[in-house]
């Protein structure tokens, strides 16, 4: 919502720009993961996910970067537009163990400059 | 399109009073689940079900209890709201079956004075 961008990292990119969001995720034996947007006083929305089978998926302008070895989540956006702007999260899920929780990240607020 | 909707967008409460925040999916979910939200703390999972009439807590249950008495409706209940209740509530639901993408609805800001 309004007030869940405070006390966040934040990220400044120029419009046109392209946008790189970064997440390190806790647990090396998940198995998928999901980015998400939550723009504000709304819910978050699915942007783009990944099993941990790869690393690297394409979506509309936005690319997923998954580096096993080190944990790492990245999001990429390509020609960053003002309707970006918005809390970023990731989320990871071990599936295996039947778990259906994500757990999340704390999020990135993306502000495009025009 | 998976629609997740909550009864309410933003509702004002007294210390003490009992609090139903309701939720429905209309997609059949297996799974659905509350949030909270606040500054800095991110999202934070109370309580989700898998099935009905199932229910599982989750990292932050205290004061706050559910019903899943239909696979469509996951209702939080606060049964004596405090002021540190006040927050962000957000419901999600997931299909189960290891596709575990959860689908948000729009939240519910709750205040409670």
């Known amino acids: 919502g309004e007030s869940v961008g405070l006390h966040l990292p934040t990220l400044s990119v120029q419009e046109g720009d392209n946008s790189i969001i970064n997440c390190a995720y806790s647990?090396?034996?998940?198995?998928?993961f999901i980015w998400y947007k939550q723009e504000s006083g709304k819910g978050p929305q699915f942007i783009i996910d990944?099993?941990?089978?790869?690393d690297k998926r394409q979506g509309q302008r936005v690319t997923v970067l998954l580096n096993k070895t080190v944990k790492h989540l990245s999001l990429q956006i390509a020609a960053t537009q003002p309707g970006d702007s918005a809390v970023y999260f990731c989320?990871?899920?071990?599936?295996?163990?039947?778990?259906?929780?994500?757990?999340f990240g704390s999020g990135t607020r993306l502000l495009v400059r025009p | 399109d998976v629609k997740v909707t909550q009864s309410s967008r933003y509702l004002v409460k007294r210390t003490g009073e009992k609090v139903f925040l309701e939720c429905v999916q209309d997609m059949d979910h297996e799974n659905m689940f509350w949030y909270r939200q606040d500054p800095g703390l991110g999202l934070r999972l109370i309580y989700f079900?898998?099935?009905?009439?199932?229910?599982e807590k989750g990292d932050i249950p205290e004061g706050y209890s559910v019903s899943r008495e239909k696979k469509e409706r996951f209702s939080l209940i606060l049964e004596s709201a405090s002021t540190n209740q006040t927050s962000m509530y957000l419901c999600a639901s997931s299909l189960g079956n290891s596709d575990n993408e959860q689908f948000f609805g729009p939240g519910t800001r709750l205040t409670v004075l």
């Open positions: 990944i099993r941990s089978n790869m």
């Open positions: 079900s898998y099935d009905v009439k199932m229910k």
């Open positions: 647990n090396s034996a998940s198995d998928y």
């Open positions: 989320a990871e899920n071990l599936s295996l163990d039947s778990s259906y929780k994500l757990i």
